[in-house]
Nanobody, 125 residues
Framework: QVQLIESGGGLVQAGDSLRLSCAAS????????MGWFRQVPGKDREFVAV????????DYADSVKGRFTISRDNAKNTVYLQMNSLKPADTAVYYC??????????????????WGQGTQVTVSS
């Protein structure tokens, strides 16, 4: 398993951009697909984006397609989430997570075995 620490959250206005980072410790980072999820109080954690172990495959929730970009730097053990054109509906705690599940399970919360502590993103209107 890897240990994950997110950073980069904050308070922004609608239309602004933020870049989240997730730093991983451990030697096996490049073996994992890495995902971003988000959660608001009273709701289930939801899938945002995922990138395969080598960066060759990516997928996004429909709600963020065209606005968010996930990437990774295996040399730095870090995964990023570039968020553009932010909306108030994007307000949530954002979590990164790691998985070795098959690609067909990439959006499933139970498929991920390590999670960061989360970083708050607040978008004001």
């Amino acid at each position: 398993q890897v240990q994950l620490i997110e950073s980069g959250g904050g308070l922004v206005q609608a239309g602004d951009s933020l870049r989240l980072s997730c730093a991983a410790s451990g030697r096996d980072f490049r073996r994992y697909s890495m995902g971003w999820f988000r959660q608001v109080p009273g709701k289930d954690r939801e899938f945002v984006a995922v990138v395969s172990w080598n960066g060759g495959d990516r997928d996004y929730a429909d709600s963020v397609k065209g606005r968010f970009t996930i990437s990774r730097d295996n040399a730095k053990n870090t995964v990023y989430l570039q968020m553009n054109s932010l909306k108030p509906a994007d307000t949530a705690v954002y979590y990164c997570a790691s998985t070795r599940t098959v690609w067909s399970n990439r959006a499933s919360v139970p498929s991920y075995n390590s999670w960061g502590q989360g970083t708050q993103v607040t978008v004001s209107s």
